[in-house]
């Protein structure tokens, strides 16, 4: 198997062994202790030295074998091992694919930090908004994988982070209007930790114009990443936590215009709103496999950590044209129409996102706004 043939490989076996790995904590809002799995070369025969013993040894997966067939396999060679030893094995080795082991680090972390041993998938990361989330989601023990679109910018983003947080990080070049990539990407995270527990679904894009003179291909971008981009991603989420059978988190990045639309800002808040349904089905298709599906709508964020939002380099020129007003005044303007006469920040949407990763509530299929209050986007 070439590079890319062996991540996908692992990328399917992973999160697999991972759901069956994990140790049920008794707990409704959390129901498994989470973990790390690391894959690699495979172990030489031999007795190990963990309790137990060297873990159990199964064939690769099978030309067309299903993930229900593959789950089952690997199960019954899992409780074999449980029967014998009475415990679960710290290790699975998979013929011609490598070894799968827990982390050690991770069963002691996942005590502190609130998502120490969980993992997060961003998309469309490296901007003010996605700068906010990933380091919310690092500061409470996540690791956080960082995605956009292959470059420079994500690889500056990625090395920032990885600076702050090493070995906590890692970059995914990913085109969410692409199913391969996003696939690909999916499979990458979860051979290099074992799974995927939370996915912020941040990436979009943004237009101004009057319906009268909207480019029809410009919308249809737009409808491709923040439409179709959401709907792929979702897709591969639904998947992926099938496959691992332990739940999890999908968080969407929606906006006050899916309530109050702006004139002018038709291509963007029709899109975002499609964008915003899709994750309320997702919510009710989702729900069976103990994944929450959930909705932050912020307002007029410009700016995260040293980030530029790019939605405002795209939108704001004209805005401030259109009132007469610089930069700063154009801020003023936002933080002065909101009730609490609040400046959002990057920060406040990642709180937001954060409520409903560390699951604070039974909550799925719910939207927090983060605008300082918008008596026009009610009902709220």
């Known amino acids: 198997m070439d590079e890319k043939q062996q991540i996908g490989v692992i990328g399917r076996i992973a999160p697999v062994l991972r759901g069956l790995l994990a140790e049920p904590t008794g707990n409704d809002d959390h129901p498994y202790r989470p973990m790390i799995l690391r894959s690699g070369a495979e172990e030489k025969k031999g007795k190990g030295k963990k309790a137990g013993g ?59 930090s609130e998502l120490a041993g969980r993992t997060a998938i961003v998309t469309g990361a490296a901007g003010a908004i996605g700068y906010g989330i990933c380091a919310g989601l690092l500061k409470r023990g996540c690791r956080v994988a960082i995605t956009d679109l292959a470059g420079a910018k994500l690889d500056d983003f990625v090395a920032e982070f990885g600076e702050r947080d090493p070995g906590r990080v890692m970059g995914v070049g990913m085109d969410v209007t692409d199913a391969a990539s996003v696939a690909r990407g999916f499979a990458e995270v979860s051979a290099n930790w074992g799974g995927v527990d939370i996915v912020v679904i941040n990436a979009g894009i943004a237009a101004t114009g009057a319906l009268t003179e909207l480019d029809l291909e410009k919308f249809r971008q737009l409808e491709r990443v923040n439409t179709e981009g959401t709907l792929l991603v979702l897709a591969e989420a639904g998947r992926h936590f099938a496959r691992m059978g ?60 040293t980030h530029k939002s790019g939605l405002w380099a795209e939108v704001g020129p ?25 400046r959002v920040t990057a920060e406040h949407v990642a709180n937001a996102v954060l409520f409903f990763a560390t699951r604070q509530t039974p909550t799925t299929g719910a939207c927090i706004p983060v605008d300082g209050g918008l008596p026009e986007a009610t009902p709220r």
Do not use: C, W
């Not at 044209?321 to 933080?335: I, M, N, P, T, W």
């Open 318 to 342: 004209g805005r401030m044209k259109a009132r007469g007003l610089d930069e700063k005044g154009l801020e003023e303007y936002y933080r002065n129409r909101n009730l609490l006469k609040a």
């Open 54 to 112: 060297r873990g159990p040894v199964v064939s690769k997966p099978k030309a067309g074998e299903s993930d229900q067939d593959l789950r089952a396999r690997l199960a019954a060679a899992i409780k074999e091992h449980k029967n014998a030893h009475g415990a679960n094995p710290r290790s699975v080795r998979v013929e011609d694919v490598g070894t799968f082991r827990i982390e050690e680090e991770t069963v002691a972390a996942a005590l502190g």
């Open 246 to 305: 332990t739940g999890g988190d999908v968080i969407l990045v929606s906006t006050k215009n899916v309530y109050a639309p702006g004139a002018g800002f038709g291509a963007y808040s029709a899109t975002k709103a499609a964008a915003h349904q899709l994750a309320r089905i997702a919510s009710l298709e989702f729900a069976p496999l103990g994944v929450r599906v959930n909705m932050v709508a912020p307002d007029a964020v410009f700016s995260g950590g």
